[in-house]
T-cell receptor, first 109, second 121 residues
Framework: GQNIDQPTEMTATEGAIVQINCTYQ??????LFWYQQHAGEAPTFLSY????GLEEKGRFSSFLSRSKGYSYLLLKELQMKDSASYLC??????????FGKGTTLSVSS | SAVISQKPSRDICQRGTSLTIQCQVD?????MFWYRQQPGQSLTLIAT?????????ESGFVIDKFPISRPNLTFSTLTVSNMSPEDSSIYLC??????????????????FGPGTRLTVL
């Protein structure tokens, strides 16, 4: 079956670093995606990994280990506006992404 | 300007009625999907909208309840039929295949419309 696991909730303070983990077991794999979704808004694309290793984009980085079925999203220098849900999703060629249930991150001052 | 638009952005409907949601994309895309997101939940795929043929529905969703059209490569509609309060949700259109040259991102990336917030009384 298809299974994507990520923590339900996380909390952190402004300026801190937070790592959101995602493990997956899927029948196919065509990349690992991370999306950010603020309350009441649509998900927006953050990052994509298809090869093992770390992809860095400013304050956000994403890591993938295909052999372990594992990814994480690293957020540095947290800001209040980073409070949102973060969705891990696995791509499978020719079909829709499979989404995890999302991790709600609350950033406090 | 927005690349993906949805109409209406929100609606309040009476039980037993139907609502058609439109999704329009500024450029041709290979795939279009419809999702539902109930309050506090993640995204649930309803169906893949196929151009010129019947949509492909996920388990638990049927054509009689959620008829879908996709007459061309830039437009799709989702109808929520015979609504009940349990259908209150956000409905999201998603597309794959926005030109990588324009976005600089992998062509498998899914992009979401702004969503339609539906409340059924």
């Amino acid at each position: 079956g298809q299974n994507i696991d990520q923590p339900t909730e996380m909390t952190a303070t402004e300026g801190a670093i937070v790592q959101i983990n995602c493990t997956y077991q899927t029948s196919g794999f065509n990349g690992l995606f991370w999306y950010q979704q603020h309350a009441g808004e649509a998900p927006t694309f953050l990052s994509y990994n298809v090869l093992d290793g770390l992809e860095e984009k400013g304050r956000f980085s994403s890591f993938l280990s295909r052999s372990k079925g594992y990814s994480y999203l690293l957020l540095k220098e947290l800001q209040m506006k980073d409070s949102a849900s973060y969705l891990c999703a696995v791509g499978q060629a020719g079909t829709a992404l499979i989404f995890g249930k999302g991790t709600t991150l609350s950033v406090s001052s | 300007s927005a690349v993906i638009s949805q109409k209406p952005s929100r609606d309040i409907c009476q039980r037993g009625t139907s609502l058609t949601i439109q999704c329009q994309v500024d450029s041709q895309v290979t795939m279009m999907f419809w999702y539902r997101q109930q309050p506090g939940q993640s995204l649930t795929l309803i169906a893949t909208a196929n151009q010129g043929s019947e949509a492909t529905y996920e388990s638990g969703f049927v054509i009689d309840k959620f008829p879908i059209s996709r007459p061309n490569l830039t437009f799709s509609t989702l109808t929520v039929s015979n609504m009940s309060p349990e259908d209150s949700s956000i409905y999201l259109c998603s597309v794959v295949g926005l030109a990588g040259a324009l976005t600089g991102r992998p062509t498998d990336t899914q992009y979401f419309g702004p969503g339609t917030r539906l409340t059924v009384l």
